[in-house]
């Protein structure tokens, strides 16, 4: 990527003036949100555009980009697809560093679009552009929000040290969407639609040198243009070194490969050849949207394991046969603690716990029982990681349980929680992990496959190392 374009990539995700070009006071339209959005929220300077208009909702308007005669990073387009070369092309005159196309109706919609697509290719000069028919980009740190979802059906998530990138705008908003009613820190999120000309491998290059963003995850339907797939492979295998990157690939029948093949244009290809060539890059397969986000909490919070092995502490015998089968079938073992530690154990809990591993503590279980044991077991060496379930029905069991945990991040080896029910107590202890730093899950399969997607990242990159 030359330096060129890798400033107009900076420009679309961390821009510090916006124009709306298609702005308006029309309640409701895509217009009118994005400039809410931006006029509310950004953190930088906005301008709008719009011919019609003097002045939208107090703020100037301009009868065109040209006439703004200031410095632009980045051109937010939302006018009728007709019009938009035209636009491509004073954005161009006027030095816009980047753009991205809201507006639909290109080579989504066939031959007719894909011509004016091409008429925008021609048009956009050295401007980097995002789209056409895509959302654009939320930053939740800068308040840049080109969603035109109004918010308050489509909620926006805090700051937070994943990203998004997204090849469907209807998914990406349900996505920041679930993440804000969950407290899921989403820092920067994008879609990009039909990828004219910024692609998926240019954003993971970006946010591969984002220092704020730990875990890059990705919805993607099908690549579109020759030799797509070769260049997203080299980049991928380049950022999944310096970063964990999870993705999920829809289109896997053939029935879904027509619904993509409509959606942006994309060719979704042979699923069977495509998660091979993540495997072969470094990616971590997600198999659903939630999966990745389960998978990337724990790749964002928790420290790389160095082997395999997991402790299972439970205080319900019938939770720890379950984790047990969820972390085999993955290739994660439990394997039974050393003689001399089981002794140790036996002196320190009740007769009827069971000392193995799974550590079953039984419906007897104390917070103090929870942090002998993991004061025990963890900083050894017979254990890797380790998954912890609480079953806050217990009257024994306190919000403080979830203190001993958080603290025991000072081990250096990654845990996660498995805290499954709905009462008041449940939902402080697991708020209380949350913002400590230990990802929580509400059954011991979702625990599982973040464990095996910190061990597979570890094992890969330890592989490159070697």
Known sequence: MSSSEGSGVEALIHPSSVAVVGATPRRDSIGNVITLNLTSKFRGTVYLVNPRYSEINGVRAYPSIKDIGQPIDLAVIAVPAPLVPSVMREAAEAGVRAAIIISGGFSEVGESGAKLEEEVRLAKGRVRVLG????????????????????????RPRPGPIALISQSGAVAGAILDWAARRGLGIGVAVNYGNKLDVTEVDLMKHLASDPSIKVITMYMEGFKYPGEGRRFMEAAKEVSARKPVVVYKAGRSRSSRRAVASHTAALAGNYEVYSAAFRQAGLIEASSVREVFDMAKALATQPLPRGRRVLVLTDSGGMGVQATDALESLGLSVPELPEAQRERLRKMLPPLAAVGNPIDLTGSATDEMYRSVIDEVIPTDSVDMAMIIALMQLPSLTVNLANYIIDARRYGKPMVVVSFGGNEFMAKFNDALDEGGVPVYATPDRAAKALWALAEHAGRVGERRE
């Open 132 to 155: 056409p028919n895509c959302i654009g980009v939320y930053n939740a740190s800068t308040g840049l929000d080109t969603f035109f979802l109004p918010e308050d059906r489509m909620g």
